[in-house]
């Protein structure tokens, strides 16, 4: 079984930071599996937001939070960041952290995160 917990979200300012963390866990999860951030805010979809390789080298970003921004990951650390600068009250949504696709960087992914709240106030 795997787990991914979701963490540093919250209410920012327009223009603010935050990093979220997901951290992974269960012996059937891979420091080798593609890792993903997605967000939904309601009323819409779920939409991937940023992707990241096994090596941390091959990245993806959505046109609407490319240069603002940034996966990385720790596989010592089985965890995986999303550092977001800029923030726009566009931004507000339910962030998850997503693992394993079958398809990177889209998906479908196998595992799911219960997401966290980030709020951009304008």
């Known amino acids: 079984q795997v787990q991914l917990v979701e963490s540093g979200g919250g209410l920012v300012q327009t223009g603010g930071s935050l990093r979220l963390s997901c951290a992974a866990s269960g012996r059937s999860f891979r420091s080798s599996y593609a890792m993903a951030w997605f967000r939904q805010a309601p009323g819409t979809e779920r939409e991937i937001v940023a992707a990241?390789?096994?090596?941390?080298?091959?990245?993806y970003y959505s046109d609407s939070v490319k240069g603002r921004f940034t996966i990385s990951r720790d596989n010592a650390k089985l965890t995986v960041y999303l550092q977001m600068n800029t923030l726009k009250p566009e931004d507000t949504a339910v962030y998850y952290c997503?693992?394993?696709?079958?398809?990177?960087?889209?998906?479908?992914?196998?595992?799911w995160g219960q997401g966290t709240q980030v709020t951009v106030s304008s």
């Open positions: 990241v390789d096994w090596s941390g080298i091959t990245t």
């Open positions: 997503a693992g394993h696709p079958t398809v990177f960087p889209r998906g479908p992914y196998e595992y």
